[in-house]
């Protein structure tokens, strides 16, 4: 299993508005502490200075300075990583009305908040919210700054990461690749940004299981980082992880070996034990290692890693929904090798917790059926298409009803793969690879899906595939675009 983690801008570029108090000692004390705790991944004390950062500014400025606004979003930024969500939105939305008022709602600043606000919904998945404030974003921007702007390109990928979690693929591949020329262009084919773009445009061909393409990308991104930061830059040791796994996916596994060794090697150089949250990513590339080995039938070398790798994750990301999937994998080692008790004894307890005070309960995994019955039957109904057009194409809202039912009776969940397709005149013109989840028997469950579509007027039929063991129902429904 592949896992991609959005990139959040760094705490020092939240620091936009220019202040003259930045020359008092104090302030300049608490502002390096609370950029110290943040690159440290210190987070709950990073929120208590940004707190005493905040207060210090209203103190100095009043409590509608832009100043204030910078403070806000850092403490919000704080907010978000310690995932308490109902506290970071409302200082968001605060410094993002106190720039409007301030510097004009065309301000530069005004779109840099934005950006975060959208950033904020992002990681909630809250989709429908963060785009608008994108859109508005990338507006202020090309008219500030002009189309060809490196913050116009920033605002681009951010987009393109939103259209591409979305799964709208036709959408999202023109915005990563304007940004990618812009950045270019702007910055020089060897700027540290050029890499960032390069590694989303990457990340959006792995989704869509492209690795060829991926691979020139990221080895791409890796010299630039490496001729940029050096052999240990922070972006190294992702990137090295990222061409280990697209390495695997294409059976490249002496290269996928080393470029997972090394990254390795680079993380527990720079993050150790008493790094706290940050040194789950050992934990990762311990477990990128052992997939490597287990692709090869190397069960022995892989089984120690992912052990260490899942002891790593329950004690600094405790009841995360990643320690399921790495369980998983595990699991899947010990079926390979006729071990079908100790696969099953995974899946029989709860997860641990880190112990008392635990930030996150620990996750209950629930047993999954690994062979459908083939008394199981799929049923489509209620299937509607609501096309409307969008800037550079359209989009259709798909809303249709299924029932997964079991002529032997029973309860439980059982895994599925669900997948859409366009077609016209009986060809198809795109396909989205399938999504797997896991589905209750018996109950009738809603779904709205939103696709990208082309922009050309005609007609057209959207359809959804749901397969469950050798159980496959497939339904088309046509539409018009005009």
Not at 17 to 41: D, F, M, P, R
Not at 51 to 60: G, H, I, P, S, W
Not at 268 to 297: R, T
């Amino acid at each position: 299993m592949m896992v991609i983690r959005p990139i959040l801008l760094a705490l020092t570029c939240l620091c936009f508005v220019g202040s003259v108090w930045a020359q008092h000692t104090q302030w300049k004390k608490l502002n390096n502490e609370v950029k110290e705790l943040h690159a440290q991944g210190k987070y709950a004390e990073g929120a208590e200075m940004a707190t005493q950062l905040l207060e210090a500014e209203e103190k100095a400025f009043g409590p509608t300075h832009p100043n204030v606004a910078v403070a806000l979003i850092n403490l919000a930024v704080f907010y978000m990583r310690l995932e308490n969500y109902s506290d970071a939105e409302p200082l968001y939305k605060k410094a993002l009305a106190i720039l409007e008022k301030s510097q004009g709602p065309n301000h530069s600043d005004v779109a840099h908040a934005l950006n975060h606000l959208a950033e904020f919904y992002v990681l909630q998945k809250k989709y429908s919210e963060a785009e608008p404030l994108y859109e508005k974003s990338l507006a202020i921007y090309e008219k500030a700054r002009g189309p060809n702007h490196p913050d116009v390109a920033v605002v681009l990928l951010n987009l393109a990461n939103l259209y591409s979690q979305r799964e709208w693929y036709s959408e999202a591949e023109p915005l990563y690749k304007k940004s990618l020329a812009i950045l270019e262009k702007s910055q020089g084919p060897n700027h540290s940004d050029v890499a960032h773009a390069l590694n989303g445009l990457a990340e959006f061909y792995v989704l869509q299981k492209k690795y060829s393409e991926a691979e020139p990308l990221c080895k791409r991104s890796l010299a630039i980082y490496e001729k940029f930061g050096g052999p240990e830059h922070p972006s190294v040791p992702p990137t090295l992880g990222r061409l280990g796994q697209i390495n695997r996916k294409l059976k490249k596994y002496s290269e996928a070996e080393a470029f997972c060794i090394r990254a390795l090697e680079l993380r527990k150089k720079m993050y150790k034990p008493e790094s706290g949250y940050d040194y789950w990513l050992v934990g990762e590339s311990l477990h990128d290692l052992a997939q490597v080995y287990a692709d090869q039938g190397r069960y022995s070398e892989a089984e120690p890693l992912y052990k260490r790798s899942l002891a790593i994750l329950e004690t600094t990301i405790p009841g995360h929904p990643l320690l399921r999937w790495y369980l998983i994998d595990l699991a899947a080692l010990y079926r390979a090798q006729g071990e079908h008790d100790k696969a099953r004894e995974l899946f029989s307890d709860e997860l641990p917790s880190a112990g008392k005070g635990s930030a996150k309960e620990p996750t209950r995994v629930a047993s999954v059926s690994q062979q459908p019955s083939q008394s199981l039957s799929v049923a489509i109904h209620d299937m509607k298409v609501n096309p409307s057009s969008v800037p550079g194409g359209a989009r259709c809202t798909l809303t249709y009803e299924y029932t997964l039912e079991d002529a032997k009776g029973g309860k439980g969940k059982i895994p599925i793969e669900t997948s859409y397709a366009l077609r016209q005149d009986g060809t198809t013109l795109s396909e989205q690879p399938p999504v797997k989840s896991e589905v209750e028997k018996g109950k009738k469950l809603h779904t709205e899906k939103t696709l990208g579509t082309p922009r050309k007027s005609g007609s057209y039929e959207l359809g959804v595939r749901i397969q469950c063991g050798e159980t496959v129902a497939e339904k088309f429904v046509p539409f018009e675009i005009r």
